[in-house]
C-alpha cells in the first residue's frame, strides 16, 4: 500500500517529488455539473486554458498592498515562462470592485478573463431566490450568488502554470489552495 502511495503521490520527504494528494483526491472525488461547466466555458475563449489564476480575497477591505503584491507575484510567475507574448489571467474575487482594480493594472501585459455571473444567460441558480442571502454573510463571502464560487473555482483550477492569491494578510486561503492543488492534479496528467 505505501509503494502504491508513493508513486501516486509521490514521497513526502524528497524535495523534487511534490505529493498533491488534496488535488488528487479532488481531481476524482468532484467535478463540475453541466451547468457549472458550461459557465466555465463561456469565460474560456477557444476552450484555451488559462495560464495563471488570481484569486484576490478581500473581504471589503480596499487593501492597494494586497493588489500590488498580487501583481508582482503574476510579474514573477510571468518571468518564469519565459516568451509568452500575451498571456491568459483568470480573475477571481468575492469583492466586484477589486476585479475592476486589477483588471485595469493586468490588461497592460496580460489577457483578463473573469466570470461576470450578471452575463450569463444559462440558469444554474434554478428556483432558488438570490434575494435569500442573509446580509451579514455579504460581508464575509461578497455580494455574488453563492453558485459563482463553483464556477470561479473550476475556472480558476484551469490555470496551467500558477495559481496566485492575493489576499487580506490576515486572510486564510484555503480556497485558492484548494484551486492550485486541482489545477496541479489537471495539468500533470492523473
Not at 60 to 80: D, F
Not at 81 to 93: A, C, D, E, Q, Y
Not at 139 to 159: E, I, M, N, Q, Y
Request: a positive charge; aromatic letters at 6%; glycine letters at 6%.
Amino acid at each position: 500500500m505505501r509503494k502504491a502511495a508513493s508513486e501516486l503521490f509521490g514521497k513526502p520527504e524528497l524535495l523534487h517529488s511534490r505529493p498533491n494528494v488534496f488535488g488528487e483526491l479532488i481531481n476524482i472525488l468532484i467535478s463540475p455539473s453541466e451547468s457549472i461547466e458550461e459557465a466555465v466555458d463561456s469565460v474560456l475563449p477557444n476552450a484555451d486554458d488559462p495560464d495563471i489564476s488570481l484569486h484576490m480575497r478581500m473581504l471589503m477591505n480596499r487593501s492597494v498592498r494586497s493588489a500590488q503584491a498580487a501583481l508582482s507575484c503574476i510579474k514573477k510567475a510571468l518571468q518564469n515562462l519565459h516568451g509568452l507574448p500575451r498571456p491568459k489571467v483568470v480573475l477571481i474575487s468575492d469583492t466586484p470592485s477589486s476585479i475592476d482594480l486589477m483588471s485595469s493594472s493586468l490588461n497592460e501585459f496580460a489577457e483578463v478573463l473573469h466570470f461576470d455571473y450578471k452575463l450569463f444567460r444559462g440558469n444554474i441558480s434554478g428556483k432558488i431566490q438570490e434575494k435569500q442571502v442573509l446580509g451579514f454573510r455579504i460581508k464575509d463571502w461578497g455580494p455574488t450568488p453563492r453558485w459563482v464560487a463553483f464556477v470561479d473555482f473550476f475556472l480558476a483550477s484551469r490555470a496551467k502554470h500558477a495559481v496566485i492569491s492575493g489576499a487580506h494578510r490576515r486572510v486564510g486561503t484555503t480556497y485558492a489552495q484548494l484551486i492550485a492543488a486541482l489545477a496541479a492534479a489537471r495539468n500533470l496528467g492523473t
